[in-house]
């Protein structure tokens, strides 16, 4: 999850400091109503609109670069239009078209 950029950030505080509700401000940007209301917060916190030196958002990552490198394991993505041209007669691909959703 990317942070919303400064711009929204400050514009967000804007809105709400002239009174609009938070499902406004969301729907207005694109954004969820808890993400929102979180920019609201820092700011009535810190008076300031942008995030916090060194905070990160989103989860904090399970595992780090060094441990999966240690699972040794080589992760390809398949695409849906992969599987949606998948060819069962072929020999050498096996897929089942059930479990695309369309």
């Known amino acids: 999850m990317e942070a919303y950029p400064p711009l929204v950030r400050r514009r967000i505080v ?12 969301a ?3 694109g954004t969820c109503e808890s993400g929102t209301r979180r920019v609201w917060q820092v700011y009535r916190e810190s008076g300031s609109h942008e995030l916090p ?3 990160r958002p989103g ?3 399970r ?16 695409t849906t239009s992969r599987w949606r041209n998948c ?8 897929c089942s078209r059930r479990t695309v959703w369309h």
Do not use: H
């Not at 595992?63 to 398949?78: I, N, R, W």
């Not at 060819?87 to 096996?94: G, K, L, N, P, V």
């Open 14 to 25: 804007e809105l709400y400091q002239q009174g609009m509700e938070t499902w406004e401000i």
């Open 27 to 29: 729907r207005l940007f």
């Open 59 to 61: 989860r904090k990552p």
């Open 87 to 94: 060819d069962a007669s072929s020999a050498s691909t096996r």
């Open 63 to 78: 595992f780090d670069a060094a441990t999966l490198s240690g699972f040794g394991l080589k992760l390809s993505v398949t």
């Open 53 to 55: 030196p060194g905070a």
